[in-house]
């Protein structure tokens, strides 16, 4: 089992950067896949980005690209995302998820979730 834990979210100004992180307890970190996903009021969770286990693979939501990157460190049990140029349609609370191989893009397939962290962006 993996417990997942959110931190480094907050008001940030568009074009500005921010970094999440999401610490996992457990010695089966190193063997899952890793995803954050986002949600905002009155919608679904929406994938942004996944990682393989041993980082050889990354996957991005199109609006993402060239502006976020996800990596972890297995030997601190942390996956991250850096968050460059965010607009204000990034503006959501962002969850961690242990998921499969291959990366997936589907909710379902992932795990365990962290609690999630608030992301807002201002124009």
């Known amino acids: 089992q993996v417990q997942l834990g959110e931190s480094g979210g907050g008001l940030v100004q568009a074009g500005g950067s921010l970094r999440l992180s999401c610490a996992a307890s457990?010695?089966?970190?190193?063997?899952?896949?890793m995803g954050w996903f986002r949600r905002t009021p009155g919608k679904e969770r929406e994938f942004v980005a996944a990682?393989?286990?041993?980082?050889?693979?990354?996957y991005y939501k199109d609006s993402v690209k060239g502006r976020f990157t996800i990596s972890r460190d297995n030997a601190k049990n942390t996956v991250y995302l850096q968050m460059n140029n965010p607009k204000p349609e990034d503006t959501a609370v962002y969850y961690c998820?242990?998921?499969?191989?291959?990366?997936?893009?589907?909710?379902?397939?992932?795990?365990?979730w962290g609690q999630g962290t608030q992301v807002t962006v201002s124009s």
């Open positions: 990682i393989t286990a041993s980082s050889d693979s990354t």
């Open positions: 457990g010695r089966a970190f190193s063997r899952y896949a």
């Open positions: 998820a242990a998921g499969p191989t291959p990366l997936s893009d589907y909710a379902p397939l992932y795990n365990y």
